[in-house]
């Protein structure tokens, strides 16, 4: 069985301000983990992914995330905010293997961002 | 084509009605699948199909749920009997095998 959680379903930041997007998975398998971003009345964009290469994965729009299997996390982070990210985040776990294709998700974080 | 389209965007539905939602993948795209999305939820999986060969139909809510692909292309999902709780978001995903989805738009199903 697999699920995530993402922590906050609202979060506000800034204009130039980190963003910071918490997502906590459970897995009994090595997971891949995704973050995709949704904007109003579009479909799912895959930010980045994680398949068990390098831990550290950077994705466009200079998104990035961390895999720390120890605290079983994959937050989205970025530097310095701009008004088009906001939109809805999704984070979402699948694993190598029978089922794979079945994507996981959690229940979103809406990003607002301040002028 | 440049990517997935779905149609209708949009659809209104008396309780009862029956409808069919219509997915046309990106070319050559073996990998089809189907996500509802209720209010306020992350997507859920309804059902895979692989070319013509719908290998997973475990996420369908109920018998009234049906979906196909008979040429391995363009898929539709029907409702039977269109339920309130059937109002969602409806995404289409498709992809080669074993590789990254790509997202329709959605259909968005208001059932009255």
């Known amino acids: 069985a697999q699920s995530v959680t993402q922590l906050g379903s609202h979060v506000s930041v800034s204009e130039g301000a980190l963003v910071l997007l918490r997502c906590n998975y459970s897995?009994?398998?090595?997971?891949?983990l995704f973050w995709y971003v949704q904007y109003p009345n579009q479909g799912l964009q895959l930010l980045l992914k994680y398949t068990s290469a390098a831990t550290l994965v950077k994705g466009i729009n200079g998104f990035e995330a961390e895999f720390k299997k120890s605290e079983t996390s994959f937050h989205l982070t970025k530097p310095s905010a701009h008004m088009s990210d906001a939109a809805e985040y999704f984070c979402a776990v699948t694993h190598l293997g029978a089922g794979s294709y079945q994507l996981t998700f959690g229940k979103g974080t809406k990003l607002s961002v301040i002028p | 084509g440049a990517g997935v389209s779905q149609s209708p965007r949009y659809k209104v539905a008396k309780r009862g009605q029956d409808v069919a939602l219509r997915c046309d993948p990106i070319?050559?795209?073996?990998?089809l699948f189907w996500y509802q999305q209720a209010l306020g939820q992350g997507p859920e999986f309804l059902t895979y199909f692989q070319n013509e060969a719908q290998l997973d139909k475990s996420g369908l809510p109920s018998d009234r749920f049906f979906a196909e692909r008979p040429e391995g292309s363009v898929s539709t999902l029907k409702i039977q009997r269109t339920q309130q709780e059937d109002s969602a978001v409806y995404l289409c995903?498709?992809?080669?095998?074993?590789?990254?989805?790509?997202f329709g738009p959605g259909t968005r199903l208001t059932v009255l």
């Open positions: 070319s050559g795209h073996v990998s």
């Open positions: 995903a498709s992809s080669l095998a074993g590789t990254s989805k790509f």
């Open positions: 897995s009994s398998v090595p997971p891949y």
